[in-house]
């Protein structure tokens, strides 16, 4: 029953969304003078792109008995799916980004997938806006936020009582590593988008574990350089999960090497990486997540 209840696609109604906005985003962060502006080309955007991109979702006909590799590939997420939920969350509402991610869901793909192919690379598109001055830094913070609102609704994890106390996350440098920008970064990203954020520049490897250990937190950043900190960092790593207050917490990395190659984050014995700030926010959220369905199936076992 459990995880039927889990797969099922959530009600999600503008009332909802609306409370999720002290979560998600930091007051000082959505309060602008420029509403009526962004709204107007919100509808702009919804009525040149976002509805033919929906009508094309609904309207694609399959060949009968398809093969999963077909399905797989007609269902998928690209570039146009990316972008288009990228100017839909730049807006201030939210309905039409909850149906565009509803209709994908609807036509069979999971939660795992769309944050992978859809959600992930849309904040990691956001970072990109903003890198090439395409849009500011409230901007790329609201629609990553918007983003988190959007995980954390298809996941039921908004309903957790405790949200605002657990949405903590540690970060830190890999001991010995200097170069502390990627750090800054993703912790200003974190704090705009309602995180709480204890940041550690250049603490020791037991600083770190005794950090994890004294306060509770869902999440560890930990940040590398270059292939020398490989060692120190899966070593941290593994004093961060021995020690730490939550026995689930999840820890991303960041830098150039994990850019380069994903894989290697679960080499040091990561669970995560994010190339850029604004998709490290969504990661967060979904390790978050990840957390609480856990803790829900151990209660459930629990019960028997």
Same mark, same amino acid.
Request: glycine fraction near 6%; proline fraction near 5%.
């Given at each position: 029953?459990?995880?039927?209840?889990?797969?099922?696609?959530?009600?999600?109604?503008?009332?909802? &969304?609306?409370?999720?906005?002290?979560?998600?985003?930091?007051?000082?962060?959505?309060?602008?003078?420029?509403?009526?502006?962004?709204? +107007?080309?919100?509808?702009?955007?919804?009525?040149?792109?976002?509805?033919?991109?929906? &009508?094309?979702?609904?309207?694609?006909?399959?060949?009968?008995?398809?093969?999963?590799?077909? &399905?797989?590939?007609?269902?998928?997420?690209?570039?146009?799916?990316?972008? +288009?939920?990228?100017?839909?969350?730049?807006?201030?509402?939210?309905?039409?980004?909850?149906?565009?991610?509803?209709?994908?869901?609807?036509?069979?793909?999971?939660?795992?997938?769309?944050?992978?192919?859809?959600?992930?690379? $849309?904040?990691?598109?956001?970072?990109?806006?903003?890198?090439?001055?395409?849009?500011?830094?409230?901007?790329?913070?609201?629609?990553?936020?918007?983003?988190?609102?959007?995980?954390?609704?298809?996941?039921?994890?908004?309903?957790?009582?405790?949200?605002?106390?657990?949405?903590?996350?540690?970060?830190?440098?890999?001991?010995?590593?200097?170069?502390?920008?990627?750090?800054?970064?993703?912790?200003?990203?974190?704090?705009?988008?309602?995180?709480?954020?204890?940041?550690? $520049?250049?603490?020791?490897?037991?600083?770190?574990?005794?950090?994890?250990? +004294?306060?509770?937190?869902?999440?560890?950043? &930990?940040?590398?350089?270059?292939?020398?900190?490989?060692?120190?960092?899966?070593?941290?790593?593994?004093?961060?999960?021995?020690?730490?207050?939550?026995?689930?917490?999840?820890?991303?990395?960041?830098?150039?090497?994990? $850019?380069?190659?994903?894989?290697?984050?679960?080499?040091?014995?990561?669970?995560?990486?994010?190339?850029?700030?604004?998709?490290?926010?969504?990661?967060?959220?979904?390790?978050?997540?990840?957390?609480?369905?856990?803790?829900?199936?151990?209660?459930?076992?629990? $019960?028997?």
């Amino acid at each position: 029953m459990g995880r039927a209840a889990a797969a099922a696609i959530p009600a999600i109604d503008r009332q909802s &969304l609306q409370q999720l906005e002290t979560h998600f985003i930091a007051p000082e962060i959505y309060r602008r003078d420029d509403l009526a502006v962004r709204q +107007g080309r919100l509808a702009q955007l919804i009525s040149s792109r976002v509805i033919p991109q929906l &009508l094309r979702l609904h309207g694609d006909v399959l060949p009968d008995a398809p093969s999963v590799e077909v &399905l797989v590939e007609a269902l998928a997420p690209d570039s146009a799916d990316i972008t +288009g939920l990228a100017d839909i969350i730049l807006g201030s509402d939210l309905e039409a980004a909850v149906s565009y991610v509803t209709v994908l869901r609807e036509r069979g793909l999971s939660m795992d997938s769309l944050f992978i192919e859809l959600l992930e690379p $849309t904040a990691r598109h956001l970072g990109e806006m903003w890198d090439h001055d395409e849009c500011d830094f409230v901007d790329v913070t609201l629609g990553v936020a918007r983003l988190q609102k959007l995980l954390a609704a298809f996941n039921n994890s908004h309903t957790e009582p405790a949200l605002d106390s657990r949405r903590a996350v540690l970060m830190a440098m890999t001991p010995g590593d200097q170069h502390f920008f990627g750090v800054t970064m993703v912790e200003r990203f974190l704090l705009a988008s309602g995180w709480k954020v204890q940041t550690e $520049t250049s603490a020791t490897m037991q600083e770190i574990a005794n950090a994890a250990q +004294g306060r509770w937190f869902a999440v560890a950043g &930990l940040t590398a350089g270059s292939t020398e900190m490989m060692e120190p960092l899966a070593a941290t790593i593994r004093l961060i999960r021995q020690t730490s207050a939550n026995p689930r917490i999840g820890i991303m990395v960041g830098g150039p090497l994990f $850019t380069a190659n994903p894989a290697v984050a679960l080499e040091v014995g990561a669970d995560e990486t994010a190339s850029n700030a604004p998709a490290a926010v969504l990661v967060a959220q979904k390790l978050f997540d990840v957390a609480i369905v856990q803790r829900e199936r151990a209660d459930e076992r629990g $019960t028997h």
